[in-house]
């Protein structure tokens, strides 16, 4: 099993939907935990990074973090077609050897105008 | 501007060949890292260094090496021990003890 599962998709959705894109896992000593956009052919940028459990809101983005159910989540709303990517969830342990980053597989995303 | 910058973005190599890939940082970040990702696959740690003179493998590190000698400068040879070496390499760093880090554009790179 997987440290960090995440549903690859694809996942196709009409412009201005409500799109949810989530990532289980299975180690409980995470406590940072990221978002990468990545654009085709292009290298990850960081989009949304949040510590512990709660909600982190940036515009149309809400990351959402679930400890008790190991389960991230990264709402994005009024889709645009400009936020097709693949969506990567990262994270990482308080004590860190190294900053290593442990990944999800990424999410495809398409929003059709 | 700041950032990472990899070389080359694409790049072409018959098998048995060893190829290295460049990158390099001004951002003034201790730490940095190769990822390899193939589709479906995620990223994958390659290797990882933390200080000048000094760096771990990751998690498939078998049939590539690297080198720290300036703290800018990360550059990963893909050797000809690979097996399977055609695949989108992406270089990161990091800040100090921050938690996340920050990538290049990556290199495609295809052996035929």
């Known amino acids: 099993q997987k440290e960090v599962e995440q549903d690859p998709g694809p996942l196709s959705v009409p412009e201005g939907a409500i799109v949810s894109l989530n990532c289980t896992y299975s180690?409980?000593?995470?406590?940072?935990f990221m978002w990468y956009r990545q654009y085709s052919r292009k290298g990850p940028e960081l989009l949304m990074y949040?510590?512990?459990?709660g909600n982190k809101e940036d515009g149309r983005f809400t990351a959402q973090v679930d400890k008790s159910s190991k389960y991230i989540s990264l709402f994005i709303r009024d889709s645009q077609p400009s936020d097709s990517a693949t969506y990567l969830c990262?994270?990482?342990?308080?004590?860190?050897?190294?900053?290593?980053?442990?990944f999800g597989q990424g999410t495809e995303l398409s929003v059709k105008p | 501007d700041g950032g990472i910058t990899q070389s080359p973005k694409y790049l072409f190599r018959k098998e048995g060949q060893n190829v290295t890939l460049s990158c390099e940082q001004n951002?003034?970040?201790?730490?940095m890292y190769w990822y390899r990702q193939d589709p479906g696959q995620g990223l994958r740690l390659i290797y990882y260094?933390?200080?000048?003179?000094?760096?771990q493998k990751g998690d498939i590190a078998e049939g590539y090496s690297v080198s720290r000698e300036k703290k800018e400068s990360f550059p990963l040879t893909v050797t000809s021990a690979q097996k399977n070496p055609t695949a989108f390499y992406l270089c990161?760093?990091?800040?100090?003890?921050?938690?996340?880090?920050?990538f290049g554009e990556g290199s495609w790179l295809t052996v035929v």
């Open positions: 990161a760093s990091r800040r100090g003890s921050g938690n996340t880090i920050y």
């Open positions: 180690n409980s000593a995470f406590q940072y």
């Open positions: 949040t510590y512990s459990s």
């Open positions: 990262a994270m990482t342990p308080v004590r860190n050897q190294g900053g290593k980053l442990i």
């Open positions: 951002l003034n970040h201790d730490a």
């Open positions: 260094s933390q200080i000048v003179n000094d760096f």
